[in-house]
């Protein structure tokens, strides 16, 4: 017999619409009044694809009065973002519509006011009262605690429930105020989806936290119940992030039960995990973002063999947004010449990446305001410790925009190794090196050519020791 809740979420999953009916292609108009305006331009876009990080998008100038006008070209409806200085909201975008924004800066996502009379004024108030109820700081840090703090059952509950009012929240809305069909499906979906991937990762997160290996975090017994009742193949959902981070996640924890295969690597499995598990788009979207991520994130060689092998079925998907990330990643890929620079050290010296030829580099790239980057730095002490005297370059470049900010940090820190400052995510030097998120590391070997375009992170070897393993591998062998 089902459980309340079970019943609860199969009723809400069996309320989802069959198939949509999205617009034509048009345009929509967004015009606006921002009061106290932080810098002088609104933004208004859209991603492209759940695989791309390129945006459809408009800017415009506020004028004098703090009035602005947006003309956005739809393929169809879209879930948009509205940026103003630092700030910005959800928005959702139809096509041939008029909608009015009036906001203050100073108290941003309180403030936030749509007008209009179809779709995406509706849509686009709800998402701000939304916002406010479950994801602003104090619900944020409430999900933190129950993410790290709180023993394993009751975050599990704690997530459960959080579904569950979210639900109802929408619910109550539909009863006092019209909301259209397309946008209940798409919130119902981003609802349970988003809930069931932070449930997904709550083991891993609070392994991350605890620094131990995730087997160390016990489940309690039926931890994976929720998932009878979450729908595994939707194409409905394809383009809401919520639901490709759920395959994600989902795929990744059958891997982990499924991947103890001898002689299979990660790819390999998950791929053929995929083909027995997913269908449709769904299986189209997980085959096609395991690609990209893992050239991206992962292993470059295995990514390179599956991409090519996906090439060769007829019309495959998602094509036009894996052969770019593929054509960018290829000239930093292990086995190609590790792009040399030239730049500053904290004394003004330049420092270049061919006076290390003969010598071990393992290339980290940082900035003072990435949490994530300083939290590896305790990590890196014991690594530059372990290898001492050995033929290895620890070289850390910041991409810090101010130096000074820099500067603070490599004092903070305390850390040794050479220190090398280029200024910003586009600066030529991490450009070169693909880099658009930090931590990114490089393993280069003794002749400059790159060993490894993504290993380990030096807090890896708290696991596993791969860090530790390549490096003593490599610097065993000989320069040619």
Sequence with gaps: MRSALKRFLFLLLSFLMASIVFAQKGTINIEGHVSHPKGNEVSVGYPLSPLSREFQSET????????FSIELELDKPRMGRIR????STDIFLYPGESIFLDVNTDQFDESIRYKGSGISASASNFLAAFYLRY????????MRYQMYEADMQSAKESFLTRMRDQQIYLQTWLKTRELADVFVSYMHNRIIYSNATDLLYLRSSRAYKMEVPMEKIELPDGYYNFLETIK???DEAIDIPEYMSFLGAYMHRIYKEKGDEKGSE???????????????????????????????YGDFVQAEEMFKMYKEQKDPPYMEYLEPVYKKILPISPGKDA??????????????????????????FWASWCGPCRREFPFSKKLQKTFEGEDVVFLYVSIDENKEDWLKAMKEEQLGGVHLFAKGFQHEVPASYGVEGIP?????DRNGVIMNNNPDRPSGA??????????????KGKKK
């Design 60 to 67: 415009v100038t506020i004028d004098e009065d703090g009035n």
């Design 84 to 87: 103003q200085g630092r700030e």
């Design 135 to 142: 994801e602003d700081d104090k619900a944020r840090e409430e």
């Design 232 to 234: 595994l193949n939707n």
């Design 266 to 296: 990660e790819l390999n499995i998950k791929s053929r995990l995929a083909g027995s598990l997913l269908k449709g788009e769904a299986k189209n979207l997980y085959l096609a973002d395991l690609i990209r991520t893992n050239f991206q």
């Design 339 to 364: 792009p040399n620079f030239t730049l500053m050290d904290k004394n003004g010296r330049k420092v270049s990446l061919k006076e290390f030829r003969g010598k071990v580099v393992y290339l980290d």
């Design 440 to 444: 990114a590391y490089f393993l280069i």
């Design 462 to 475: 708290r696991v596993d020791g791969q860090i530790y393993a390549a490096l003593k591998k490599e610097i």
